[in-house]
């Protein structure tokens, strides 16, 4: 069974970090792009970070590049989302995703979790 679990996240103020996690399980995560996504209450769901494996590139939408960084370890089927000077505007639950390439509509979903960064 295709699974995708989120930890890691959780209550913390403007200007600290979180590192969330993304285990996988029943297929291997090395041979998948990599997405996150979040969304905040009330707003749409956004694309945050994907990577990609047939040619390496990542992304990341303007509102995290230079805060967030996209990551995978191989040998735990883990990807993570390491996310640095956190605002107010970063508060969503936030669902790790994967495919075979990074596109809008990623085929595996994780269930989310919460991110909520207040003072």
């Known amino acids: 069974q295709v699974q995708l679990v989120e930890s890691g996240g959780g209550l913390v103020q403007p200007g600290g970090s979180l590192r969330l996690s993304c285990a996988a399980s029943g297929f291997t995560l090395e041979y998948y792009a990599i997405g996150w996504f979040r969304q905040a209450p009330g707003k749409e769901r956004e694309g945050v970070a994907c990577t990609n494996i047939n040619d390496g590139s990542t992304y990341y939408t303007d509102a995290v590049n230079g805060r967030f960084t996209i990551s995978r370890d191989n040998a735990k089927n883990t990807a993570y989302l390491q996310m640095n000077n956190l605002k107010p505007e970063d508060t969503a639950v936030y669902y790790c995703?994967?495919?075979?390439?990074?596109?809008?509509?990623?085929?595996?979903w994780g269930k989310g979790t919460l991110v909520t960064v207040s003072s």
């Open positions: 995703t994967a495919d075979r390439i990074c596109r809008e509509a990623m085929d595996y």
